[in-house]
């Protein structure tokens, strides 16, 4: 079965500080990897995504995220946060034939004034 | 841009009583999926539904819970006796034709179960 695993439960980062979140997943002969954002009240959004290709991904809000097939990761990063960019962030991955997402536990990023 | 809406917001029942959690997914996707979420736990999944027929589900999708598309654009899970241990945030997705394509989600209800 996968399995994806969130290192940090909590990240607090001053604005304009660059961040980067942590995502680790099991291995897999095919994996795809997905970052989504939760803002409070709020469904999960898409971020970015890996489906195959190129290693650094860009998505939406200035984020970015690098696959490292050797290291089984997936981290999330961006060069500097915004105070709206405080939300729980979740890595997730699907593979091969199953289409069910699993999902990490989450990481509470909060960017302080 | 399209979204998946589900209703109500928040759902507060007694235990034991039957409850339906409902969802429009956006209106070309064809797979579409229910997850939970217990207060501080991860995101799990529940069920898979395409083509008018449940594609995947997991253990904790067990008699007490089913699914079903009654018309072209709704899509509900109904939980028959509800137990303390569903209080979770519920959310439905739904994701295109072609396969490992995103799932888009919509923003849950909170089922409070008394």
């Known amino acids: 079965a996968q399995s994806v695993t969130q290192l940090d439960s909590q990240v607090p980062v001053f604005e304009e500080a660059p961040v980067e979140l942590r995502c680790n997943y099991s291995s897999s002969v095919s994996v795809y990897l997905f970052w989504y954002v939760q803002y409070p009240n709020q469904g999960l959004q898409l971020l970015l995504k890996?489906?195959?290709?190129?290693?650094l991904v860009k998505g939406i809000n200035g984020f970015e995220a690098e696959f490292n097939k050797s290291q089984t990761s997936f981290h999330l990063r961006k060069p500097s946060v915004h105070i709206s960019d405080t939300a729980e962030y979740f890595c997730?991955?699907?593979?091969?034939?199953?289409?069910?997402?699993?999902f990490g536990s989450g990481t509470q990023l909060t960017v302080l004034p | 841009e399209p979204e998946v809406t589900q209703t109500p917001s928040h759902q507060v029942t007694q235990m034991g009583q039957e409850v339906i959690l409902r969802c429009v997914p956006i209106s070309n996707h064809l797979y579409f999926y229910w997850y939970r979420q217990i207060l501080g736990q991860k995101v799990e999944f529940l069920v898979s539904f395409y083509n008018n027929e449940i594609s995947e589900k997991s253990e904790i999708f067990d008699d007490q819970f089913s699914v079903e598309r009654p018309d072209g654009s709704n899509f509900t899970l109904k939980i028959r006796s509800t137990k303390l241990e569903d209080s979770a945030m519920y959310f439905c997705a739904s994701s295109p034709r072609t396969s490992n394509q995103p799932q888009h989600f919509g923003d849950g209800t909170r089922l409070s179960i008394l």
């Open positions: 997730a991955t699907s593979s091969g034939s199953a289409r069910q997402l699993t």
């Open positions: 890996y489906l195959s290709g190129s290693t």
